[in-house]
């Protein structure tokens, strides 16, 4: 189970995938659809709890979902860079982290929001919407399109092992 979640090594079919990143993205989409609005009216400190609590699967599920479409670019055959899309999340999480450490969220004058601090929160969102549209055309592009025949340069078909190398008692 852990090879299957965190292993980028080898090939996956499309039904181990499909089934995984649907029934995940489920999951995720019904916490922070339904779970994370009934601490809305509550207060701030509620509500910030239900947004870290909602946030905490989809990024415990990133390493997973990038190892699993890896593997899935892999068992076609396919470069494994569009798999770097699933990572965004949290690269986007620790960029806007670290935005206040670097940019001032308060302007000096002590009133409002920074101008400079907005516009970059801006665009980090607008590229975190992106991204994310774009990790899901990647995952139905994943699901739908079948795999190489046989084996390929990155081993045997999935549920297939790899034949022994009977080539050192030659």
């Known amino acids: 189970m852990w090879r299957f979640l965190l ?7 499309r039904l181990p995938y499909a089934l995984f990143m649907v029934t995940t993205s489920l999951i995720v989409y019904a916490i922070s659809t339904l779970i994370v609005p009934m601490f809305s009216n509550i207060g701030m400190p509620a ?10 699967p989809g990024l415990l599920l990133v390493w997973p979902a990038f190892a699993l479409s890896a593997r899935r670019l892999k068992d076609m055959s396919a470069p494994t860079w569009p798999a770097l899309f699933f990572l965004m999340p949290w690269l986007i999480s620790v960029v ?11 302007p000096e004058s002590g009133t409002g929001v920074n101008p400079e601090y907005q516009q970059i ?14 990790s899901k055309v990647i995952t139905l592009i994943l699901c739908f399109i079948p795999g190489t025949k046989g084996p390929n340069r990155y081993g045997p078909p999935p ?12």
Not at 7 to 13: D, H, L, V
Not at 96 to 106: C, Q
């Open 7 to 13: 292993s980028t090594k080898g090939r996956t079919a």
């Open 47 to 56: 509500y910030g709890y239900a947004l870290v609590l909602a946030g905490l």
């Open 96 to 106: 806007f982290i670290a935005i206040p450490f670097v940019l001032p969220i308060v």
């Open 121 to 134: 929160s801006s665009a980090i969102t607008i590229a975190s919407k992106a991204g994310f549209w774009l």
């Open 159 to 170: 549920g297939q092992k790899a034949a022994p190398d009977l080539s050192v008692f030659e």
